[in-house]
């Protein structure tokens, strides 16, 4: 369950039925919720947005640690001395290391006043006595991977608990009075600068208590994040400036911590959206100038879901017959848009060839023109058929060694004689193949081309037969899996 979303300043909800411009000069952490319906309009919506974390009320901000040394330190004072005490810490954990400090209040060099951490996944809590003794307190649940949990410590003088999600995860009696020497600053993230124990994932909301909760008041927390007890609390940094070095304690203390290399991200983990706007009009100019750091853009699609701009590319497959004779080239894909190929596959056969020694496929050429080239018709990249099995690790072309057999094989009701070709090369790749010889033909499958060819504007792939005075034709199928935006 992550935290609830707090009430932030709207800067603009707008209705546009009409054609408008929107001009928004964004510095400070607002939300812009713009529904445009107008069935005809045109708009534009320039935004220059210059803070560092562009927030919405679908997500909150957050603190993501490096797992190396990012911490948040709150200077000491008598106020976050504590004998009894709750520590509780929204954590979404993208990794588990065998130590991840949540929180350290250290009482000398090595030993803690309280602390909470998580080891191998589960939670654990240790602290020194007044006497020089540790105490400690394992966790048995395990928190969840990349969702935010509710980890919580308390000590009330007699019992030492751990909770986690609002439920209690384990607890041992001790009486005890911590240790609460002066000189050490509370550090979230960080057990010391030697040896930093840093976790890897995102804090969102870190509060101290100067006594124990009960259960009740934990679980109510769990459910209202936003809304908790705030009876004995002395430090609570909600993590929702979105931007600066200074998390702002909002229990009236005056407990404010220093960011030190820890990056401002939403509670999801990724930079938090600044714009939630349904485009409906027929035609969208949408100018957006970020001066942040990095920023995930979501696009509701007609599919009728949200999606990255990973999920952008959807796949797609083009099937074509081809037929191209001596010096002629078969489209197999003809696209407008911008995206991508990923795979392309061809089934072909040659007509017109006589048994014995053979360059079955010498002449086909597989071309791919992207953007300007389509209209230039020059082709961005050719690939001789045969070497797109020779990238798979096998030949098919060129020279055949005949072996024949006494049996057939029957394709769509047709029977052929059944061969085994095989180029003479040193890899000795072997490929099976069909000779068709009542209509003197060869029939061969190839392999799946993996291939990588970024378009923006357009898209064209050919089969073409080089060679001008062949009477052979190059009968068969071609597939191209590529991705268009959506």
Not at 49 to 65: I, R, Y
Not at 345 to 369: H, Q, S
Not at 389 to 399: P, S, V
Request: proline share 3%; with cysteine; net charge negative.
């Amino acid at each position: 369950m992550s935290p609830d979303a707090p009430d932030y300043t709207l800067l603009s909800d707008v209705n546009v039925v009409g054609s408008v411009t929107l001009d928004v000069n964004v510095v400070g952490s607002v939300t812009i919720n713009t529904n445009i319906t107008g069935a005809s309009s045109t708009v534009v919506l320039n935004v220059n947005v210059t803070n560092e974390v562009l927030q919405s009320k679908l997500a909150k901000p957050a603190l993501a640690f490096d797992g190396v040394d990012d911490y948040v330190s709150v200077e000491d004072n008598p106020s976050i001395r504590l004998t009894t005490y709750t520590i509780e810490v929204w954590y979404r954990p993208l990794r588990f290391d065998d130590i991840d400090v949540l929180l350290y209040k250290h009482c000398d060099a090595t030993r803690a006043n309280y602390c909470l951490q998580v080891r191998n996944g589960k939670l654990y809590s240790d602290y020194k006595d007044v006497n020089g003794v540790p105490h400690s307190v394992s966790g048995t649940g395990l928190l969840t991977l990349h969702d935010y949990n509710q980890c919580v410590n308390t000590y009330d003088g007699s019992t030492y608990a751990l909770y986690l999600n609002g439920d209690l995860d384990n607890s041992v009696s001790v009486e005890a009075t911590p240790d609460t020497s002066a000189g050490y600053d509370l550090e979230v993230g960080r057990y010391s600068a030697g040896n930093p124990l840093t976790p890897q994932g995102s804090i969102s909301i870190v509060r101290v208590y100067n006594r124990a909760l009960s259960s009740d008041e934990i679980s109510h927390n769990y459910s209202h994040p936003q809304d908790p007890v705030v009876e004995g609390l002395v430090l609570w940094l909600n993590f929702d400036e979105g931007v600066g070095t200074v998390a702002y304690d909002r229990s009236g203390s005056g407990n404010h911590g220093t960011i030190h290399g820890a990056v401002w991200v939403s509670e999801q983990g990724q930079v938090a959206p600044l714009l939630n706007v349904n485009l409906t009009a027929s035609q969208i100019t949408l100018n957006i100038n970020i001066t942040a750091q990095d920023i995930d853009i979501k696009v509701y699609t007609p599919s009728g879901r949200w999606v990255t701009g990973s999920d952008l590319f959807a796949a797609k497959v083009t099937t074509g017959t081809l037929a191209p004779g001596g010096g002629e080239e078969d489209v197999i894909l003809d696209v407008t848009g911008r995206g991508r190929i990923k795979q392309i596959g061809l089934w072909l056969d040659v007509t017109g060839v006589t048994e014995g020694w053979a360059d079955c496929v010498n002449d086909a050429i597989l071309r791919i023109y992207l953007d300007d080239d389509v209209d230039a018709g020059t082709p961005t990249l050719e690939i001789y058929v045969y070497d797109i099995d020779m990238l798979n690790g096998k030949e098919i072309y060129g020279r055949m060694e005949h072996e024949w057999y006494d049996d057939t094989v029957t394709i769509d009701t047709t029977s052929y004689e059944r061969y085994y070709a095989k180029h003479v090369s040193e890899n000795g790749a072997v490929k099976l193949a069909i000779y068709d010889r009542a209509n003197m033909r060869w029939i061969m499958s190839f392999s799946w081309l993996v291939v990588n060819c970024e378009f923006l504007e357009k898209c064209r792939v050919t089969l073409y037969n080089d060679n001008a005075s062949s009477t052979n034709y190059l009968y068969g199928q071609a597939t191209v899996l590529y991705g268009v935006y959506p």
